[in-house]
């Protein structure tokens, strides 16, 4: 990637309805949950990590409507459950978003928040980021994207969260289904000024930077020729609808998840209805 201030994937934003529900749901497959955290009365919202290395999945919910959260009460009242935001990790936030204005993209923000979380050892801390968005606008295949300045790291990725019975390891591709994974995946590309490649199925890949994941831009016909077997009940024409996450052992994730996946492939795969609108592959990695 060109850009100097933004590095790779950082974590995938999965919206949900009910948020502890959900988090039931994301449990029953195998993944161990940070606690529960509530953001500022501003935000309006909640949520609930599941830590993985480098990246995490983010579930997020809204507790109570502000002006800040629109977009994403718009997103679950159009879509539904899903894929809303993909954000990749700030060097430094400030610097980035001048970045991207001088790629000719007003930025939203650089804005500081933080929440509290507790620790392992019953103690009390607090979780802070600077944060800034690409014009709301500017949503290549439907996803919003952003970028996240970790200010305490070590009160986001704590070892104690990041064993899954799952065997989950760490996100390999970001799936993005649309009409015209082309013209999607080049509108991408701009925003980050990295180039896509196509692939040999039709589909396009954009790197996202250094060893994070990668998006892939694909036809729902293209996805579901990956995935044969597995239902795609649930997903939009257009917009974020997968996440590919490798696995230390398929045989652990495949037993972890039982009833609740398919084998597709090489793939170990849950149905999005199973996993609040979200496929979830896990490959060998």
């Not at 009940?233 to 994730?253: F, K, N, Q």
Request: with cysteine; proline share 6%.
């Amino acid at each position: 990637m060109a850009l100097k201030n933004v590095i790779g994937i950082d974590h995938a934003v999965v919206v949900v309805k009910d948020l502890d529900a959900a988090a039931e749901t994301w449990k029953r497959l195998g993944f161990t949950l940070s606690p529960r955290g509530t953001h500022s009365a501003k935000m309006g919202s909640g949520n609930y990590t599941i830590m993985l290395d480098p990246d995490y999945i983010e579930l997020l919910g809204i507790l109570a409507e502000t002006d800040h959260n629109v977009p994403t009460r718009n997103f679950l009242a159009q879509r539904g459950e899903g894929i809303e935001r993909i954000a990749f990790t700030a060097i430094d936030s400030a610097a980035g978003a001048e970045e991207i204005r001088s790629h000719g993209f007003e930025p939203i923000g650089p804005i500081d928040f933080e929440r509290p979380v507790p620790l392992p050892d019953g103690t009390i801390s607090a979780a802070k980021f600077r944060v800034f968005q690409w014009p709301v606008a500017e949503a290549p295949g439907g996803l919003r994207i952003f970028a996240c300045q970790h200010k305490t790291r070590e009160t986001v990725w704590i070892p104690e969260l990041m064993t899954h019975a799952n065997a989950a390891k760490q996100l390999k591709q970001a799936l993005i289904v649309t009409p015209d994974p082309a013209k999607d995946a080049a509108h991408l590309s701009r925003l980050i000024d990295c180039e896509g490649r196509s692939e040999a199925d039709g589909a396009v890949t954009v790197a996202s930077g250094g060893d994070r994941a990668d998006f892939v831009f694909l036809t729902r016909d293209q996805l579901a020729a990956r995935y044969p077997g597995v239902s795609l009940a649930g997903l939009p024409e257009r917009g974020g609808v997968g996440l590919v996450l490798a696995s230390h052992d398929l045989a652990t994730t495949e037993k972890a998840l039982g009833a609740a996946s398919v084998r597709s492939g090489a793939s170990i795969v849950v149905p999005p209805a199973s996993a609040t609108g979200t496929l979830l592959a896990f490959v060998a990695g």
